[in-house]
């Protein structure tokens, strides 16, 4: 089993839709999560951090988290064009390495 | 304020040589951290650094590679030698605490070892 594990998707949904892309991890001892956009060729950028169970607004954004489902999710709404990128969820272990682990991605393509 | 800066932003070198990448992390960063991206294996964390001190190095491939930071605003990793296997996007990032606080990237090294 992965430690981080996301649907590569593409998920596609149209312009004006809420993109809503899911990440689970397996270290129950995790404190830390983060959402990475990558455009291609490019590095990846922080969207979001979110270290509490509940809901974490930034503007468009909505970072989920449930420890207790494992599981961390972003909510992109009012989806642009411009959101479309690999969105890479990463996690940090409180055990071994104690160092973020990322998940594969999913690629979003959102249709004009 | 700068962000993370890596040189080169390209490589591309012969198998068998000496590769040497650098990394400029944000000023006031404690901890630096190297990556390496690829198709198949996506993001994985070759080693990182607090206060210019290793922490892990468990992701280091092989003894082909080595990374040092000599003081708080430079690290290199370098492989020796290097090999087509190795040909992938190499990503510096740095973060301001810890391992649990936002790393920032760079624009990272794309190598190609022919």
């Known amino acids: 089993q992965k430690e981080v594990e996301q649907n590569s998707g593409p998920l596609s949904v149209p312009e004006g839709a809420i993109a809503s892309l899911n990440c689970t991890y397996s270290?129950?001892?995790?404190?830390?999560f983060f959402w990475y956009r990558q455009y291609s060729g490019k590095s990846p950028e922080l969207i979001m951090f979110i270290y509490s169970n509940g809901d974490k607004e930034d503007g468009r954004f909505t970072a989920q988290l449930n420890k207790a489902s494992q599981y961390v999710s972003l909510l992109i709404r009012d989806s642009q064009p411009s959101d479309s990128a690999t969105y890479l969820c990463?996690?940090?272990?409180?055990?071994?390495?104690?160092?973020?682990?990322f998940g594969s991605g999913t690629r979003l393509q959102v249709q004009p | 304020d700068a962000g993370v800066i890596q040189s080169p932003r390209h490589e591309v070198t012969e198998m068998g040589q000496e590769v040497t990448l650098r990394c400029k992390p944000i000023s006031g960063h404690d901890y630096l951290f190297w990556y390496r991206q690829t198709m198949m294996r996506g993001l994985e964390l070759l080693i990182y650094f607090n206060n210019n001190v290793p922490i892990d190095d468990s992701g280091m491939p092989e003894d082909r590679f080595s990374a040092k930071m000599p003081n708080a605003s430079f690290s290199t990793l370098k492989i020796q030698p290097s090999e087509p296997r190795d040909s992938a996007v190499y990503f510096c990032?740095?973060?301001?605490?810890?391992?649990?606080?936002?790393?920032?990237f760079g624009d990272g090294t794309r190598l190609s070892i022919l």
């Open positions: 270290d129950r001892g995790s404190q830390s």
């Open positions: 990463a996690v940090n272990t409180d055990t071994g390495r104690r160092a973020l682990t």
């Open positions: 990032s740095s973060s301001w605490t810890g391992t649990d606080q936002p790393q920032h």
